[in-house]
């Protein structure tokens, strides 16, 4: 191993152009293994020094260069480039000495000092998981330096092997190529390694590259503002519509593709259940509004897809787009697909009545409300929520079904599944005051729109406040921010406007 690398450092000596000749735009489409998965370098590369930097370029170089670059340090390659990592938690920066960020040499010397720190730590605090966090980072830092992240695939008599790259470049190897003045000896090397794992192994990588080049999720979300932005602006009712077409066919394409390389239901993360919920909340109003000859519908679940493409594309920190293995709970795919496809249907349904509660909450705050059209949009926002009951009582049976098949009994009180009853008994509560009227028709906007923080503890809450019980291969963390934010701008919105609520007048006629 030392002599490849005195090898390597030799030919870069004499090379104008050490930091390019090695990291070549092209290898970012070879495969790579990792955690059992084979994908694209440039999906990996992305992925890892995101985790790290919390960025996705560096000091102008993008995270394929980036990865490529610490990677050849693991060859003793002079490369002059030096990685950072963001501080998040307070006490985390006092350990550091106050700093915000850090370089990833520097936090390796420190290392000792953050484990002390995490043992010293008895609960499991945020704290104690920052640390963690840190240390783990510096474990994938080291990995990656060292060469060993970066795995190749071989080809021994037709079996496929994957080796770290450090291992891959073996001396007669090197020589043999080097003499060659026309090729450079690491590309051609390792292109010559993509071909014979393309003739033997399984060309999903492929897909998947496209698929990470084609940024689907940014084209839905822009053909989702159109959409919205037409249908408030114009008359013609045709322009919105062609943009909400267009917006459900690309989310489609987006949602068929990411299971063919997934090969599962895209509902196994927090990512996935917000684009899910957010596509499935469009296709149900677009199909009621075209059986009610209602465009308040397609308003209602455009505005709500354009919120769930809005964090899929900005809140990764909160929202991984990574396609990982499955948990063994969740391999079986006809539960998978039955269950939670009905759960996550059920919030995009209540939650398209959430954004007109609050529209006609703000509405009448700012000017006057005929008492036909508070009727109407009540009327609206009831036939929203019997949808989304009814599929959030079938998907909680369904659960009960996998539970038992899974776990061995139908329900245990398990924070997920409890928050699920709260929400069922709070919205059918709802559903029996305006049927009986004994909700009155100014008070069901708000009553609708306070309900949907049910929801979002049902949804977000358990993941990232309670983080406890069965369910916890759908935790995440990230989110505690965002859904004290929504919380407060949300019981804001209600305060700010209670005046209304309050008021027992009745609208005033059209």
């Given amino acids: 191993m030392l002599n ?17 000749y090695f990291c070549d735009q092209v290898l970012e489409k070879n495969p790579i293994q990792q955690v059992g998965r084979t994908k694209p370098l440039a999906v ?28 050849a340090k693991g060859f003793g390659l002079p490369i002059d480039f030096e990685l950072s990592t963001p501080i998040e938690h307070s006490k985390t920066r006092e350990l550091l000495d106050g700093k915000t960020s850090i370089k990833f040499t520097e936090l390796m010397d420190r290392q000792r000092d953050l484990m002390i720190a995490r043992n010293s730590e008895k609960f499991e605090s945020g704290y104690k998981k920052d640390l963690g966090k840190m240390l783990s980072k510096i474990n994938l830092y080291r990995d990656i330096s060292s060469g060993n992240n970066w795995l190749v695939p071989q080809n021994n008599g037709g079996q496929i092997s994957w080796i770290p790259i450090n291992q891959f470049f073996t001396k007669e190897k090197i020589t043999r190529l080097s003499g060659n003045s026309n090729e450079n000896p690491f590309v ?22 496209k698929f990470f080049k084609m940024k689907l999720p940014l084209v839905s979300m822009v053909l989702c503002l159109l959409a919205l932005a037409s249908l408030v602006l114009f008359k013609k009712f045709k322009i919105s519509l062609v943009f909400s ?17 997934s090969g599962r239901a895209p509902i196994t993360n927090m990512y996935e259940t917000v684009l899910f919920s957010g596509y499935g909340a469009l296709v149900i109003s677009m199909i009621i509004g075209h059986f009610k000859k209602e465009k308040v519908f397609v308003y209602m679940g455009l505005g709500y897809n354009f919120c769930t493409l809005m964090m899929i594309n900005f809140a990764h920190g909160m929202l991984s787009p990574s396609i990982s293995p499955l948990v063994p709970v969740l391999r079986d795919n006809f539960w998978l697909s039955t269950h939670v496809t009905t759960i996550i249907m059920s919030y995009g349904a209540l939650a398209l009545s959430w954004i007109l509660a609050n529209t006609i909450i703000v509405k009448k705050f700012f000017s006057n409300l005929t008492k036909k059209d508070e009727l109407y949009y009540n009327d609206v926002m009831y036939t929203s929520l019997k949808y989304g009951v009814v599929m959030l009582a079938a998907g909680i049976l369904l659960g009960g079904v996998w539970a038992d098949y899974s776990w061995g009994r139908f329900w245990g009180w398990d924070p997920k599944e409890t928050w699920s009853l709260i929400v069922l008994c709070f919205y059918m509560a709802i559903l029996h005051g305006k049927y009986t009227n004994w909700i009155k028709p100014q008070h069901f906007s708000h009553l609708v729109a306070g309900a949907f923080m049910s929801v979002m503890m049902a949804w977000f809450g358990v993941n990232y406040i309670l983080a406890s019980g ?10 505690a921010y965002f859904l004290g934010t929504f919380f407060t701008i949300q019981i804001a919105i209600l305060a700010i406007t209670v005046k209304n609520f309050k008021n027992n007048n009745t609208p005033k006629e059209a």
């Fill in 4 to 20: 490849v690398k005195l090898l390597i450092f030799a030919i870069f000596t004499f090379s104008t152009f050490a930091n390019t």
């Fill in 44 to 71: 990996h590369a992305k992925e890892v020094i995101k985790h790290l930097s919390g960025k996705s370029k560096v000091d102008g170089k993008g995270s394929f260069m980036v990865y490529c670059l610490l990677s």
């Fill in 188 to 209: 051609k090397s390792l292109l010559d390694a993509k071909k014979e794992y393309d003739a033997n192994g399984d060309l999903t990588y492929q897909l998947e590259y």
């Fill in 245 to 261: 077409v267009s917006t459900i066919l690309v989310q489609t394409v987006y949602l068929v593709l990411r299971v063919m390389i």
């Fill in 470 to 479: 069965l369910h916890s291969y759908g935790f995440s963390e990230g989110g």
